[in-house]
DNA sequence: AAAACGCGCAACCGCCTTGGT
DNA sequence: TACCAAGGCGGTTGCGCGTTT
């Protein structure tokens, strides 16, 4: 006997949303406000199941998307992220302001795949040691975490993947292997992993870059200060590694974390808006 | 001009966690 | 502790549309 539907489907409509739809649920929620799914079809009067309410609201009728093409600032963006969480669309899209897990899932399946991963595969899986500490979902695990985790033995300790001894771990697993346990240390080594694996890679591509004073903010909603950490020493004009710059970024509890000063009130702004640099290079086409 | 093909994206599905009882 | 409803996530599907033959 299979798992009950979510809703009850008879009758209900499904496939492409209408104008007439979207009005009827984009004016419900302006003076209901969201949540309580499940009933908001029937109370609008809407014959769709309250999933598929929620994922329209989400995915499109939200005043606060920013739709149209991704910048090639959000592709980097996209990339690097996903070459350190994966396929992890929620906490990627987390970093990206107006974008959905759902947009950014699409646009990795029909554009950055086939650009990266031929070239980053052999050598460069997830860090999926990292997972648990950088999960957006409070204390949760989510489903595919617990696959991979499962998939890569993670230790329940400390959720650090543990090396079997016929696998040759890659330079970016062994350097994360080294980290200490601690959340601040965690972090420190996501940031790490995303400048010395991809920046560093693109870098040695054949890029030239510059970096300026004023980090570009995104957000100012997120302003949270939970940690100041100075990683290298002082920065530089131009310079072949990330080791040589001064990454002033913030830690929030979340996860979520970004570059500025503690009294600038950024709270996500990244190198690669202030570097000059040939976009091909960098996602290796 | 029409059929075939390929791609992008919206939407659906199944499974999971959380929170309430 | 067990159960259930609700919400959320990632994987997958399939439609619509532009391009090619």
């Not at 991963?117 to 050598?123: A, D, I, K």
């Not at 949760?140 to 650090?160: E, F, G, L, Y």
């Amino acid at each position: 006997m299979g798992r009950a539907p979510c809703c009850e489907k008879v009758g209900l409509k499904r496939g492409r949303w209408t104008a007439e739809e979207d009005e009827i649920l984009n004016n419900y929620i302006k003076v209901h406000g969201e949540g309580s799914w499940r009933s908001l079809p029937k109370n609008a009067g809407l014959m769709r199941c309250g999933k598929s309410c929620r994922l329209r609201w989400i995915n499109y009728l939200r005043s606060d998307l920013r739709r149209g093409n991704i910048s090639k600032e959000e592709e980097h963006l996209i990339a690097n992220l996903h070459a350190s969480l994966g396929n992890r669309w929620s906490l990627i899209a987390a970093h990206l302001p107006g974008r959905t897990d759902n947009e950014i899932k699409n646009y990795w399946n029909s554009h950055l795949s086939q650009k990266i991963l031929p070239s980053r595969r052999p050598t460069n899986p997830p860090a999926i040691n990292l997972i648990p500490t950088i999960n957006n979902r409070k204390d949760r695990t989510s489903q595919s975490t617990m696959k991979i985790n499962k998939a890569h033995k993670v230790s329940p300790v400390t959720n650090h993947k543990i090396v079997q001894p016929e696998e040759q771990p890659t330079k970016q697993q062994t350097k994360v292997d080294s980290c200490d346990t601690s959340y601040e240390d965690e972090m420190l080594c996501f940031i790490d992993n995303i400048m010395d694996t991809d920046m560093l890679t693109m870098v040695e591509g054949g890029g030239s870059m510059g970096v300026t004073s004023e980090p570009m903010s995104v957000t100012q909603a997120m302003k949270d200060v939970s940690g100041q950490v100075e990683v290298g020493g002082s920065s530089s004009s131009t310079t072949n590694s990330f080791d040589n710059w001064s990454w002033d970024f913030d830690i929030h509890e979340d996860g979520v974390l970004g570059f500025g000063g503690e009294d600038d009130g950024n709270m996500l702004s990244w190198p690669w808006e202030s570097i000059t640099i040939d976009d091909d290079s960098f996602l290796g086409v």
